[in-house]
């Protein structure tokens, strides 16, 4: 099939690839969802985040496809779309959240989660701007699971065993949030 000419007198650099016009718009996408989720102006009910926050997840994975991680965005959308949003929903469920409503927020409260939302802003900038640059691995078959996984458990184990105790402690604090007073 050969382009017409209407094509062929628009220079490439004019009518980028669809994948680029793919990037932007599951990143906007992505960032857009991620912001709706935390600020939630449509209603004050977190179930309303939990979907914006699937929706995230869902796009996240569209990046990962780009980016010809196909594992990764399964896992993505099997894992955190699926496994991980209904204990959120389930926590969501269980938590007496009309109590949560009438609460007010403190000063003092607000003041200290904003200060360490900055100094863990300013630790990430620090580590990212010192960051070398990332090299990719060596020659392997695309979408190599053995290959992501030498990667995630020789490089990436720190990371890795973090985030499972920040998993951990987050299931534990919601069986404990969840649980009624038995007197």
Known sequence: M??????RSIP???MPPL?????????GL????GLLCVLNPF??????????????????AGLFVLLHAFFLAAVQVL???????????????LLDLREEERRRFKTFTLGTGALVVAVIAGLLVRVLSGALPVSRPGPGIEGDTKVLGRILFEQYLLPFEVLSLLL????????????????
């Open 19 to 27: 994948t680029d016009f793919l990037f932007y718009a599951f990143s």
């Open 168 to 183: 951990l402690v987050a299931m534990v604090g919601a069986i404990l949030l969840s649980k009624k007073d038995m007197k």
């Open 30 to 33: 992505t960032l857009a969802c």
């Open 2 to 7: 050969q382009p017409s000419d209407e094509t």
């Open 43 to 60: 209603s004050r009910n977190p179930v309303t985040s939990a979907m914006f926050l699937v929706l995230t997840i869902v796009s996240m």
């Open 12 to 14: 490439n650099s004019i």
């Open 79 to 93: 894992v955190y779309a699926g496994a991980v949003m209904v204990l959120f929903l389930f926590v969501i469920m």
